[in-house]
T-cell receptor
């Protein structure tokens, strides 16, 4: 399977804590993207990091990329109950239009 | 507002009865694709299209057809649905270009049940 792996599969934290999710992929990439999915709804793009970037920030989101380990992490700081959702990484190869999705992390933020 | 619109949102049908799920985008995107999402299996690509009249199989194309006669529309056709096609389906679009550093926009999903 081309699909990436995400770790952990599920994460439960208290509001205000930080949440870290990890993603591994299998091929060399052009970029890696993170998406959020609220229960049963469409995916929403959060942030994109290119293969020549190592870290990127957007608001409370911080993404890192380690191409030597073929891995990425998403950090959500000062989490809120509204952050409760599933989070997916998606990698795009250089020579392809295709996005390859990870298996997702279900995040629960307890009020 | 930039969006991808899928219809219907929910559909219950019987085995063998042909159905079409429509998808339309208003962003003039070249690339469109269909995914299915199943518990424990994540999102898997069914078909994709790089532009009008250009379509190709994704990872799980069996039992599905698509067409791309206009840039904005990319319908998913199930000629003879079976219960194993019960799933949550998503249409997505993005700007074209291999390795493009652009995001994908997703529809709200179609929950299909085949009985």
């Amino acid at each position: 399977s081309q699909q990436g792996e995400e770790d952990p599969q599920a994460l439960s934290i208290q509001e205000g804590e930080n949440a870290t999710m990890n993603c591994s992929y299998k091929t060399s990439i052009n970029n890696l993207q993170w998406y959020r999915q609220n229960s049963g709804r469409g995916l929403v793009h959060l942030i994109l990091i290119r293969s020549n970037e190592r870290e990127k920030h957007s608001g409370r989101l911080r993404v890192t990329l380690d191409t030597s380990k073929k891995s990425s992490s998403l950090l959500i700081t000062a989490s809120r109950a509204a952050d409760t959702a599933s989070y997916f990484c998606a990698s795009r190869m250089d020579s392809s239009y295709k996005l390859i999705f990870g298996s997702g992390t279900r995040l629960l933020v307890r009020p | 507002e930039a969006q991808v619109t899928q219809n219907p949102r929910y559909l219950i049908t019987v085995t063998g009865k042909k159905l079409t799920v429509t998808c339309s985008q208003n962003m003039n995107h070249e690339y469109m694709s269909w995914y299915r999402q199943d518990p424990g299996l994540g999102l898997r690509q069914i078909y994709y299209s790089m532009n009008v009249e250009v379509t190709d199989k994704g990872d799980v194309p069996e039992g599905y057809k698509v067409s791309r006669k206009e840039k904005r529309n990319f319908p998913l056709i199930l000629e003879s649905p079976s219960p194993n096609q019960t799933s949550l389906y998503f249409c997505a679009s993005s700007l074209g270009g291999t390795g493009s550093s652009t995001e994908a926009f997703f529809g709200q999903g179609t929950r299909l049940t085949v009985v």
